[in-house]
């Protein structure tokens, strides 16, 4: 027959059933997280209970997820290793880098959105955004300013190294007054690892006031590949505006340029340097800068009709021409 419990067993059950619950694994991490500049990192980053920065989000939300900015405020520099979407289209995320780089992106096969960002470099930041591996990363409705730090400083610093390859998506961007006034540096560099293939959009952007370069595109890297198409965007007072090229060993640029305004660069407009690489140009202005069009050591540069390169010191010509299909 079974005995009646005891009042005694009853409570050392209770306190048992408390005990396995204190040692139960912390709740799932949200699909959904909010920063607001009066949160504070010790909140569950909810909407009610914000966070204050984004590294603070970021450990609270699960890959996929996606963080929200409730207000306008700086949310601080962050390294994304998982992926997810960084919205601040309510009100604008600022991020202000002395000496860093704001967002860094480190994952095998991650894809990261950031939407609604003001990055700024205050004059000696690193890079905006410094991705090294991932599978995709998409910046769109923002600005990128004043990075100018001493180590090679652009504003976004696209080299990944995973042979999946990778793809950058730049849409409504502005960089400006980034880069120093000497070495590889400048608004937008496009760099891929040996072996490693890559695709790019930058559309409806504008790179201007950049020091050296507006746009790198730079596949000289051993089997390295770069398929890219600027269209509706500006690329005006840089020393280089669009530059494409590939070397001794290198891998293959091939760049198509539409619907485009490339102007006041005071060395070149567009320039294709070493047999591998190629931009194609359509229904584009080229003007004022110090060579308009240039190729050096076999570079391609087609026209496919509708471009008007004049007034600047030196027009010079396309390689070929080829008639729209």
Known sequence: MMKRATSTSLALAALFAGAVGFAAP?????????VSGVGDDVNPCSRTAPCKTFAGAISKTAAGGEINCLDPASFGVVTITKSISLICEGGVAGILASGSNAINVNGTGITVLLSGFDFNGIGNGLSGVNFLNGSSLHIRNSTIRGFSGSTSPFGIKF???????????VDNVTLENNGTTSGVTGGVLVQPGTGVPVTVLITNSRVTDNNRGGVRLDASSSGSSIKAVISDSQITDNQIGLYARSSAGGGTANVTLVNSVISGNSSSGVLAEDAL???TVSNSLITQNGNGVRVITGGALVSQGGNVVVSNTNNGSFTSTIAKQ
């Not at 912390?26 to 909010?34: E, G, I, L, P």
Request: overall charge neutral; charged content about 10%.
């Open 26 to 34: 912390a709740s799932a991490q949200a699909t959904r997280t909010w």
């Open 159 to 169: 080299a990944p190294s995973d042979v999946a390859g990778a793809t950058l998506v």
């Open 277 to 279: 690489a190629t931009v």
